[in-house]
């Protein structure tokens, strides 16, 4: 069994910073992809920013320049660093990895159950 846990989220003036975390645990052999998604009310999940086991990073428009991605693979974490938040960032923000549970098993993409974030104006 495969667990992502997001935490980091919370309520922030527009302007201000924030950083996610996503810790994955459970019977793991390897985390391939990782990624941010978000949702906000009344809308579509969107991808925010994704890494790869390598290190190549990707983001949405309005993300660029003001998000940075990272992750841990000894640790099995991925972050997300934002600065610059505006009232249009705030949504419950996922955390997807794509995962080997075991060696000669199937690769499956898991979510975690997502973290609040407000930005006031």
């Known amino acids: 069994q495969v667990q992502l846990v997001e935490s980091g989220g919370g309520l922030v003036e527009t302007g201000g910073s924030l950083t996610l975390s996503c810790a994955a645990s459970?019977?793991?052999?390897?985390?391939?992809?990782m990624g941010w998604h978000r949702q906000a009310p009344g809308k579509q999940r969107e991808l925010v920013a994704f890494?790869?086991?390598?290190?190549?990073?990707a983001y949405e428009d309005s993300a660029k320049g003001r998000f940075t991605i990272s992750r841990d693979n000894t640790k099995n974490m991925v972050y997300l660093q934002m600065n610059g938040l505006k009232p249009e960032d705030t949504a419950v923000y996922y955390c997807?990895?794509?995962?080997?549970?075991?060696?000669?098993?199937?690769?499956?993409?898991?979510w975690g159950q997502g973290t609040q974030v407000t930005v006031s104006s």
């Open positions: 890494i790869s086991r390598g290190g190549f990073a």
């Open positions: 997807k990895a794509r995962i080997l549970p075991w060696e000669g098993g199937e690769w499956s993409d898991c």
């Open positions: 459970g019977t793991i052999a390897s985390i391939t992809d």
